[in-house]
């Protein structure tokens, strides 16, 4: 298994990098045209990262299924 396959610790705010930095940014330099520009790109994020979450939860209780049915196997 590649590292990068295993699931990770919590993350602190400094481990989730950007997003944490983001929070805290001002956003007092930012005209109307950048603010929408930035939301979207954000969305766009938010739904790839929602996508990536649904994905890893179907696998994971796929591995549990799989693991939970026993030696036995299935019923067929």
């Not at 930095?21 to 739904?47: G, K, M």
């Amino acid at each position: 298994m590649d590292d990068d396959d295993r699931p990770r610790r919590h993350s602190s705010g400094h481990e989730l990098g950007l997003a944490s930095q983001l929070a805290s940014e001002s956003l007092e330099r930012y005209s109307l045209d950048e603010l929408d520009e930035r939301i979207s790109l954000l969305q766009t994020e938010i739904q790839r990262i929602e996508a990536h979450r649904t994905a890893s939860a179907r696998h994971m209780l796929a591995a549990q299924a799989l693991f939970s049915s026993g030696p036995s196997g299935s019923s067929s």
